[in-house]
Structures are given as C-alpha cells and as structure tokens.
C-alpha cells in the first residue's frame, strides 16, 4: 500500500516508528508535513498538493499525526483526502473533538461514559457561584486545547480560582473548570485502542508534589491492569469520537473510572517502553485492514 504519514517531521518517535514498520511491511510510506500542504478547490475534482506535488491520487490511506498548533488546517486537509475517498485512521471530525476538551466531555456525557464533574462558562460576572455550582474548592482549571500537562491548574482556594479564571476570561482563553479527584493521587491510565481492539495500556504516576501524571511533567510509566469497567469506557470513549487510533486517558476515583480526555495522534514512546507491545505495528495492520478497501 502507499501510506501518507500526517505529520512536521521524521524527528519524532512515534512518527519514526510508524514509518519503520510500515516498510516492514512491505509498504511505501512518504512523510507528508500538512502545513506545507495546499488544496485546491473549483469547478473539478480538488487536488491536493505537498508544496508543489499534486498527491491527490498517490495514496492508499493516510495516518494523520495533527500535533496541537495547526490543527484547524491539518483538520481540513484530513477532510480533503476523506473526501476525495482516501481511508485515514482518524477521521477529521474525530480530530476536531479529541482536540478539544470540552466538546469531547459534552460527548461523553450524551453518551454516559463517566467524567469529572466538569462546568464550562464565559461569564467574568458570577465566578464564584460558578466555582459553587461545581462543587466548590478546590478546582482544576483547564485550557480547553492543552496538552502535555500544560495549561492544567490546580487552585486550592475559591479566592485562588477566581483570580486564575478571571485571567483567562480577560485574555478570550477557552477554559473549563472540574472538580479536583484528590484520590486519584496523581496517577492516571493511558489505554491506547487500535480498531475496535485495546492494544497496550499503562499507568502513569506523577513525580512527587505533582499532581500531573504526564510523562512530559516527569511522570513515570507502569505496566498495568485495566477492570472490565476501564476497558468499556476507552472502547466506547473510542466508538463515540469515531476515531480509529486513539489514546484515551482515565483517572481512578472512589466513583469509579472517569474518563478526562482522548488523544487522536497519541504518542508511542511511553507506551512502548512500558509495556513493550509493538504498537506502531498494530497501527499499521490496522490500516493495511482498512485501507485498500475504501479506495478500489
Ligand atoms: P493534558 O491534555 O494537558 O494532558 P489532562 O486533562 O490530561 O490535560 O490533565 C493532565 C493531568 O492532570 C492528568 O493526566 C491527570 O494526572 C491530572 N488531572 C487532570 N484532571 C484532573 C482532575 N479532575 N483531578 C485530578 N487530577 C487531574
Ligand atoms: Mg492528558
């Protein structure tokens, strides 16, 4: 098959090793950075160009890797190659949610999938009853598009919370405030699904006096074993986005699993060490399944 791998640059772990197993397999693979990507549009069929190569016709399925920073664009040209019949393992309305936190949530409240007691609002004038409304102190603050741990707050206090919020308000930022689980102790678990399949998952522990488990916060990474329960939710988180690769991350509170957010482009290394499961390979059988029947 030939393979169009979304994405800035080979320098990335999970990119390098989704190329490598790809040629593996027996495949042609081709590094194709979406924000050098152009696509025409007009009265005939549109094309799509990689600086000045028009790509419309060259590929078999595409593995978008939309990093935070351009996905409005990487999102549209996902959607051009969908249009135009190519099978991508995320879809660009998949991308979309994933990248934001709160249409993510509105999603899975809809569909009972469990989540942190979670408010969303613009309004500078009512802060505090909002902070009430929620539960009261302390809170978790977040920007509805971080990543990598950054742009999640925790704020002790109501009085700490309303000068944070105030903030963002006053700068158009798009936060959502949540309830703070003391109890999942700074842990959370990654569960990375493939197809309809859960492949690999672990544990990820926050260093000490953190309450991000992110391993780009210096979280560390465990092996670990999921409850029946944990194993429904990242499924079904997965089904409900309509992605095809995902990693959808859980905190373990006393009301059970909670579901906080899903990454549609999640990364490898962690995961890979952890557990050492293949799971680029399981990426790319995926695609080999999928892709050469949408587009003969
Ligand atoms: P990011 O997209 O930046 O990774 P997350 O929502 O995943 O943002 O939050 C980062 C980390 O903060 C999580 O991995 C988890 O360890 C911790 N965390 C997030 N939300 C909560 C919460 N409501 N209660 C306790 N810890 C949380
Ligand atoms: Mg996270």
Do not use: W
Not at 268 to 294: C, H, P, S
């Amino acid at each position: 098959m030939d393979i169009a791998l979304l994405s800035v640059s080979m320098n990335v772990y999970s990119t390098k090793r989704i190329a490598e197993e790809a040629q593996k397999c027996g495949h042609y693979i081709e590094l194709i950075d979406h924000t050098k990507c152009s696509v025409k549009l007009g009265m005939d069929k549109p094309r799509i160009y990689h600086r000045e190569e028009d790509i419309t016709n060259e590929f078999d399925a595409i593995i978008p890797r939309i990093g935070a920073k351009v996905t409005r664009h990487g999102v549209a040209v996902v959607k051009q190659f969908e249009m135009n019949g190519v099978f991508s393992t995320a879809r660009s309305l998949s991308i979309a949610r994933a990248r934001n936190k709160v249409r993510t949530l509105q999603i899975m409240a809809r569909k009972g999938i469990p989540i942190p007691e979670t408010l969303f609002s613009i309004n500078p004038d009512n802060i505090k009853e909002q902070i009430e409304i929620l539960g009261g102190a302390p809170v978790i603050i977040k920007i509805q598009e971080g990543t990598q741990g950054l742009g999640v707050i925790l704020a002790e206090s109501k009085k700490s919370a309303k000068s944070i919020i105030d903030t963002f308000y006053k700068m158009d930022t798009s936060i959502l405030m949540q309830e703070y689980v003391e109890e999942s102790n700074g842990e959370d678990i990654r569960i990375i699904v493939v197809g309809d399949k859960i492949v690999a998952s672990m544990k990820r522990t926050s260093e000490l006096g953190e309450f991000r488990s992110n391993v780009h916060r210096g979280g560390s990474t465990a092996k670990v074993k999921l409850s029946a329960k944990e194993e429904y939710i990242a499924l079904n988180a997965t089904k409900y986005l309509g992605l095809g690769v995902a990693g959808v991350d859980l905190i373990r509170s006393k009301k059970g699993p909670l579901l906080i957010e899903v990454n549609a482009s999640p990364g490898l290394q962690g995961i890979e060490a952890a557990t050492g499961i293949n799971v680029a390979r399981k990426i790319i059988k995926f695609v080999e399944k999928n892709g050469l029947r949408k587009r003969k």
